[in-house]
């Protein structure tokens, strides 16, 4: 099993340039997760699905949207990246006891 | 909603001593509270977890202790070891519906041999 997987692993956009991070899952799991991770400021939830074809929008959900395209795959989008965007992305899905199971991350800089 | 509080930020021991986290909650209907480590550049994973109708859990050692009266809880690492220097991520969260977890801010811990 690869569990949760991300790409790309980094990446650098201009401001208003647009892009789709990809997550994926092979566990068969129902709920999957975005967060952003800034320094001193933990996990923030960006958008949920509690299952294939529901999306909810979580604590900062303002610019960015989310395809829950089926079971396994998760995106997110942003369609005009602004600098304040700049973060670390997780990925995550649960497991049946509530282990959160998160992806190796993703690392967005936005000039 | 669900406010979690976590302190210290930043905790620094000596190899061999032990280490406390703490965490405050605010909703009583919380009922699962997890804690992560993550290492430098890597994702977090769960290390422990107690759900609400335990007030203790232990695993080698970790222990992690939980006062529902009080709403607080708090990750115990004894004789710590350099490997053990990461951030350290609490949460809590109702496990019942949709499960929406709310992290603390992360406590960074330094182990120095």
């Known amino acids: 099993n690869a569990g949760v997987t991300q790409t790309p692993k980094f990446q650098v956009l201009k401001t208003g340039q647009s892009m789709t991070l990809q997550c994926a899952q092979d566990m068969n799991h129902n709920s999957m997760y975005w967060y952003r991770q800034d320094p001193g400021m933990g996990l923030r939830l960006i958008y949920y699905s509690a299952s294939e074809g529901t999306t909810d929008k979580g604590e900062v959900p303002n610019g960015y949207n989310v395809s829950r395209l089926n079971k396994r795959e998760f995106s997110l989008r942003l369609e005009s990246a602004a600098p304040s965007q700049t973060s670390v992305y997780f990925c995550a899905s649960l497991g049946t006891s509530d282990e959160q199971f998160f992806g190796p991350g993703t690392r967005l800089t936005v000039l | 909603g669900e406010n979690v509080e976590q302190h210290p930020s930043t905790l620094s021991v000596q190899e061999g001593d032990s280490a406390v986290i703490k965490c405050t909650y605010s909703d009583s209907a919380s009922n699962y509270f997890p804690w992560y480590k993550q290492e430098l550049g890597k994702r977090p994973q769960l290390i422990i977890d107690?759900?609400?109708?335990?007030g203790e859990k232990k695993d080698q050692r970790i222990a992690v202790t939980l006062n529902k009266t009080a709403k607080h809880f708090s990750l115990h690492i004894t004789e710590t070891q350099p490997e053990d220097s990461a951030v350290y991520f609490c949460?809590?969260?109702?496990?019942?519906?949709?499960?929406?977890?709310?992290f603390g801010r992360g406590t960074s811990l330094i182990v120095h041999p």
């Open positions: 949460a809590a969260s109702w496990s019942g519906g949709s499960y929406i977890p709310t």
């Open positions: 107690i759900r609400s109708n335990v």
